[in-house]
């Protein structure tokens, strides 16, 4: 098994702070033949820790997605308005469970109880510290449409209510083409048969 003894932090180089950060590590790490590798240089994305909802009606086999405008895809094939789960970054002091219930009521105007944890992952880490923690919460899609989102921070987001199966179709054809999405949707693929506890 692996530790944090089995790598060494040399130095830690501010290169950029702003809304996010960036950062150059120097480090060294144990190599499987056992010895230390030579100094190695990385630039890392600081993100932080966000956190996503997989807002499903059990009841009417319904998730609701969000459609919200993404610079980071604009060299993409396809638009880039993603379709994506309803999400937010965890700020200090907060829990995962509470930034869902949060962003639900800001981004799609709905209001959570519960909420079920499903997995977390790390986002891309040959690039960025970033973790994400995917819950899954079940709701009343009836009357859940508009446009949604925080004038202060610049959000224009549509409110959808997608079939289950529709959904997921939009993952196979690459419709859907972001992480958190297909991760969730896939999991609600393989677990909505079994009895969700939610």
Not at 62 to 68: G, H, K, R
Not at 125 to 139: K, M
């Amino acid at each position: 098994m692996y530790t944090h003894d089995d790598v060494k932090v040399l130095g830690c180089e501010p290169l950029y702070k702003g809304f996010f950060k960036c950062n150059k590590y120097t480090l060294r790490h144990k190599l499987f033949s056992g010895d230390w590798s030579s100094e190695i240089q990385r630039e890392f994305f600081e993100r932080g820790k966000a956190a996503a909802l997989l807002a499903y009606d059990v009841e009417r086999d319904t998730v609701i997605l969000v459609e919200q405008f993404r610079f980071g895809a604009m060299e993409g094939k396809q638009s880039p308005w993603l379709f994506e789960l309803i999400a937010g970054m965890i700020d200090e002091g907060e829990s995962p469970e509470e930034v869902v219930k949060r962003e639900a009521c800001e981004e799609a105007g709905l209001i959570i109880d519960e909420c079920q944890f499903m997995l977390s992952y790390f986002v891309s880490p040959g690039g960025t510290t970033e973790t994400l923690d995917l819950y899954i919460a079940n709701v009343d899609s009836r009357n859940v449409e508009g446009v949604f989102g925080l004038d202060d921070e610049g959000e224009d987001i549509r409110v959808h209510v997608v079939s289950r199966e529709d959904a997921y179709q939009w993952v196979t054809t690459g419709k859907i083409n972001n992480a958190a999405t297909i991760i969730g949707l896939q999991w609600l693929e393989l677990n909505y048969k079994t009895g969700l506890n939610i």
